[in-house]
């Protein structure tokens, strides 16, 4: 396995020079356009496939398009840098964009989207809204390893983070993590591909209340199991 990795890094290399070119825009950033959209020019949208995306990966992103066919299913955007959120909650809470705008903030970007094509967090999440449930496909690159041949666990922890933010933000708009609970049950292998089911368990007043799991592709490896809680963010209150 991580010999292939490194041949998979050599051909990530020479793709390196292709990476910024054309904005793969999608055709198809339905409704989640209300939470995510920008109101800047134009962002790539990450969460399509690129040549680093194992076999794997492709078949089970190709499936979930099916999916998201009839509607019940859909494809979540994701952005590099600063999103405009449409959410008013944001504006109050964050900082002001033209302090993130300026010197030292200027080159800030989404951490899981700040890696070289293949060698990161390569991911993709549908939602579905009636299900009020998350699917997030993962493949971590080389870069994210921790015991040698392994996902770094605190990669893991934040793509779960990613994945539960997502669902959150589905039901309760601008949300914060507020409590994570991970139980790393089995290693997982570098480049490998796992799938994050997310779900909403519980609204109550402003907490929202998550789990998943986090199993292989063919389903028989439970790999992780988490719960979480975000918070709604109170438009009154300020994070400072
Ligand atoms: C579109 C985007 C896509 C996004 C797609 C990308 C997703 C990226 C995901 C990354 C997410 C992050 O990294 S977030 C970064 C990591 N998280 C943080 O930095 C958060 C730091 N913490 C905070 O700022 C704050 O504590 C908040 C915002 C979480 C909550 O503060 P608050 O708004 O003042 O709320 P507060 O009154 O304290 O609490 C409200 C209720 O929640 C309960 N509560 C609060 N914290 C906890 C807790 N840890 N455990 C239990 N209960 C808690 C309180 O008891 C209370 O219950 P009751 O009295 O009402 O019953």
């Not at 995306?53 to 019940?72: T, V």
């Not at 989207?113 to 699917?135: Q, S």
Request: hydrophobic fraction near 35%.
């Amino acid at each position: 396995m991580l010999r292939s990795c490194t041949a998979g890094l050599r051909s990530l290399w020479a793709l390196r020079g292709r990476r910024e070119g054309a904005a793969r825009l999608s055709a198809d950033l339905q409704p989640a356009r209300r939470l995510f959209s920008t109101e800047k020019a134009v962002h790539k949208d990450w969460a399509l496939p690129n040549p680093s995306w194992s076999k794997d990966l492709k078949l089970l992103f190709d499936q979930f398009m099916k999916k998201c066919e009839d509607g019940s299913w859909e494809r979540l955007p994701s952005c590099k840098h600063t999103c405009t959120y449409k959410s008013e909650d944001f504006k109050t809470y964050f900082l002001d964009p033209q302090l993130v705008e300026g010197e030292g903030l200027s080159q800030a970007q989404l951490f899981t989207r700040g890696f070289e094509d293949g060698l990161g967090f390569e991911y993709v999440i549908f939602n579905n809204n009636d299900e009020k449930r998350t699917v997030c496909l993962f493949q971590g690159g080389p870069y994210l390893q921790g015991i040698p041949g392994f996902l770094h666990g605190g990669a893991i922890a934040t793509m779960i983070d990613v994945a539960f933010g997502s669902c959150a933000a589905i039901s309760g708009g601008a949300v914060m993590t507020a409590n994570l609970n991970i139980n790393f049950k089995r290693p997982v292998p570098l480049c490998s591909v796992v799938v994050i089911h997310s779900q909403l368990d519980k609204l109550e007043g402003r907490k929202l209340f998550v789990s998943c799991n986090v199993r292989s592709v063919d389903e028989k490896t439970l790999y992780s199991e988490a719960t979480g809680l975000f918070i709604k963010l109170d438009p009154k209150k300020s994070s400072t």
